[in-house]
């Protein structure tokens, strides 16, 4: 258990509505991830950050934004959901030696 | 973006025998990760391994970081029911800031009785 908490684990929501999910970490890690997981896909990273307010995108950003206003907690929203971003939605932290530790996951699905 | 190969896509056998997967890459990795993932869950760290030729264990898993630095392999000896899962090998390169993991297609593993 590396201390990382989701929230929420589910969420069912309508297109175009807004959406922000969480991830908490207990331990001061610098670096925190968010990815998503799709049949077929894989684990794809969306956004990351390596400190607070420091942040850049990953490799499926489009349609996602994120905020890290202290170290604990990583957000990132769907501004307008779409079918297409139902997924299963995972944060991660990297650990020193590069070790990246997932939170439990959130399932979101856009109706 | 890039994923890296892994062989088998899936895999079922009996209790007791012993399972060998591997993953493929077109380039280097400075380490290599192993994590399974149970259904509905986060994948769990199983080995990380840091330089090549490293061999590392635990319990029944054995791990070996590639000479070539482009693959990696995994073992699983005795296998037993709890061991079902999809286990993913993800490769890290500790370039700038971010330190992204590449990660398998994900091996499924079934065990039956």
């Known amino acids: 258990d590396a201390g990382i908490t989701q929230s929420p684990r589910h969420k069912v929501t309508e297109t175009g509505t807004p959406v922000t999910l969480r991830c908490h970490q207990t331990e001061n890690h610098r670096y925190m991830y968010w990815y998503r997981q799709d049949p077929g896909h894989g684990l794809r990273l969306i956004h990351y950050s390596y400190g607070v307010k420091d942040t850049d995108k990953g490799e499926v950003s489009d349609g996602y934004s994120v905020s890290r206003s202290k170290t604990e907690d990583f957000l990132l929203t769907l501004e307008s959901a779409t079918s297409s971003q139902t997924s299963v939605y995972f944060c991660a932290i990297r650990f020193q030696g590069g070790e990246q530790f997932f939170g439990p996951g959130t399932r979101l699905t856009v109706l | 973006g890039q994923q890296l190969n892994q062989s088998p896509q899936s895999m079922f056998i009996q209790e007791g025998e012993d399972v060998s997967m591997n993953c493929t890459s077109s380039?280097?990795?400075?380490?290599w990760l192993w994590y399974k993932q149970d259904p509905g869950e986060g994948p769990v760290l199983l080995i990380a391994?840091?330089?090549?030729?490293e061999l590392t264990s635990n319990g029944r898993l054995t791990a070996q970081f590639g000479i070539t630095r482009k693959d990696s392999f995994l073992n699983i000896s005795a296998s037993i029911p709890s061991d079902v899962g999809i286990y993913f090998c993800a490769g890290q390169l500790n370039t700038g800031t971010a330190s992204k993991l590449t990660f398998g297609t994900g091996t499924r593993l079934q065990v039956t009785l």
């Open positions: 380039s280097i990795f400075n380490t």
């Open positions: 391994l840091y330089k090549a030729g």
